[in-house]
């Protein structure tokens, strides 16, 4: 498995930008998938954006055209560029890394983002 590390949250108007970090203890490609999931109040946690070992992306249909998810393999850290955000985003932001060879998945801590006037 593996420790992450996610940073980049805050508060931000409608409209704007925000990037996400997760920073990994190890390799990241060690993982088959990573994504970014977020849970907002009172809501269950969902899947936002993922990536593959082989670099294959796929988006919720909630931030297809406003999300992009991208890694840099050489500092073990995996982004989420985050464009045109709504109100609607605001959640905890959660890294994730999965091997079904590993005994479990490995998750951060979370970051919050708040998108509010």
């Known amino acids: 498995q593996v420790q992450l590390v996610e940073s980049g949250g805050g508060l931000v108007q409608p409209g704007g930008s925000l990037r996400l970090s997760c920073a990994a203890s190890t390799n990241i490609r060690t993982a088959v998938t990573m994504g970014w999931y977020r849970q907002g109040p009172g809501k269950e946690r969902e899947l936002v954006a993922g990536i593959t070992r082989g670099g294959s992306t796929n988006y919720a249909d909630s931030v297809k055209g406003r999300f992009t998810i991208s890694r840099d393999i050489a500092k073990n850290t995996v982004y989420l560029q985050m464009n045109s955000l709504k109100p609607e985003d605001t959640a905890v932001y959660y890294c994730?890394?999965?091997?079904?060879?590993?005994?479990?998945?490995?998750w951060g801590r979370g970051t919050q983002v708040t998108v509010s006037s």
């Open positions: 994730n890394a999965k091997n079904p060879l590993w005994p479990g998945e490995s």
